[in-house]
Every structure is written in C-alpha cells, then in structure tokens.
T-cell receptor
Framework: KNEVEQSPQNLTAQEGEFITINCSYS?????LHWLQQHPGGGIVSLFM???GKKKHGRLIATINIQEKHSSLHITASHPRDSAVYIC????????????FGKGTKLSVKP | GAVVSQHPSWVICKSGTSVKIECRSL??????MFWYRQFPKQSLMLMAT?????????EQGVEKDKFLINHASLTLSTLTVTSAHPEDSSFYIC????????????FGPGTRLTVT
C-alpha cells in the first residue's frame, strides 16, 4: 500500500521560530508536492520536487530520494503562515494521481 | 504563476437536486484536470481525471453516473453532482495540469457543497 506519512500532526510555534514539517513515503515516487491549505479551504501549491532542494522566500523544501523523506522548513515564522501543510506524492507514471498525507496543522502565535 | 478558478466557492442545495461546479484555468491551457474531494478532517482524495474532448476516468468507488464530468474546452471542466444527498456534502477541489510540464499541477480554491 502506498502511504504518505506526515509529522507532526499539529504544531504550535511562536512568531519568529524555525519550523520543520516532515513527510515520509513508502515506495519510489516521480514527484513530491508541498501544498498549503488555508482555513477557508483553498489550496496553494508551494513546491514540486523530484530531487534536491528548492527555496522560495522563507520556505525551503528538501527531498532525500534514498531515504524516501522530504522536509518543509519555514524560517522566521509569522502568524500568516498558520495553515495546514500537505505533502502529496505522484507514484509511477500517473501525473494526476496524487496520494496525499493527512496534513500538518501549523499555528504560529504572535 | 498559473491560476485556476472554481465557481461557485460555496453552495447549499436541497437533497435530490443537482449542482454544477466549474473549474477554469485562467491563463493557460489544461488538457487534463483533476477533481478531488475532501471530507472534514480527512485527506484529499482523487475522484476523477478529466481529459479535454474525451470521457473522464473515475477512481474506484466513485459513481460516474452521479458525478458527471465534462471537459469541453482546454480551459474548462465541470463537475455536476446529480441527485445530491447529504452525504455528498464535502469540499470539492479541482486542479489543472500544465500541458507540456512534468507533474506540475495548479489547484483551484475549492467549492464547499452542503446538501440539506
């Protein structure tokens, strides 16, 4: 069974803290996505990775293919970063069939 | 970046009626769009893959006669929930696959459906 596990499930941080969210998957993948879902439900694509590391502003995403693990880091966290962060993977050749993790609910306190 | 819109953003309907949800890629062409469903406190689940000009491909357990998908143009896919029941109440999200790219999907803001 192809699974995507995220940790932690819930995370509370103080403004300014460095945050790490982890994602592990069970078999080889074609690509891994990090998504952000705000309380209203809308989803924003943050990163798509197949190897290495990507950075966008205060967000950094890394992936280790051998260990089947990815991390999303947020530097200098801010209350507006409060959201659910979702890891999703493409297995095999199916481009659309994403398997989603259950998400990590992040709350950043001022 | 590429933008995907959905309409309506929320809808309340009575049991037995049908509801149509639109998904549009605003600034790019999408030969493939995907429809997902998210129940409260659960992960998103793929419902179907919508291909322009052909029949949609449904995931196991999704009733194709209940969830009608039409992808008539390169920028528009519609999902019609027919004879809606309260258990169809959910958050429906579409994504559009950027033609020519590898695995790059852009998500719509979602539609919250409540069936009373």
């Amino acid at each position: 069974k192809n699974e995507v596990e995220q940790s932690p499930q819930n995370l509370t941080a103080q403004e300014g803290e460095f945050i790490t969210i982890n994602c592990s998957y069970s078999v080889g993948i074609s690509a891994l996505h990090w998504l952000q879902q705000h309380p209203g439900g809308g989803i924003v694509s943050l990163f798509m990775l197949s190897s290495g590391k990507k950075k966008h502003g205060r967000l950094i995403a890394t992936i280790n293919i051998q260990e089947k693990h990815s991390s999303l880091h947020i530097t200098a966290s801010h209350p507006r970063d409060s959201a659910v962060y979702i890891c999703a993977v493409n297995y095999g050749g199916s481009q659309g069939n994403l398997i989603f993790g259950k998400g990590t609910k992040l709350s950043v306190k001022p | 970046g590429a933008v995907v819109s959905q309409h309506p953003s929320w809808v309340i309907c009575k049991s037995g009626t049908s509801v149509k949800i639109e998904c549009r890629s605003l600034d790019f062409q999408a030969t493939t769009m995907f429809w997902y469903r998210q129940f409260p406190k659960q992960s998103l689940m793929l419902m179907a893959t919508s291909n322009e000009g052909s029949k949609a491909t449904y995931e196991q357990g999704v009733e194709k006669d209940k969830f009608l998908i039409n992808h008539a143009s390169l920028t528009l896919s519609t999902l019609t929930v027919t004879s809606a029941h309260p258990e169809d109440s959910s958050f429906y999200i579409c994504s559009a696959f950027l033609s020519g790219s590898s695995y790059e999907q852009y998500f719509g803001p979602g539609t919250r459906l409540t069936v009373t």
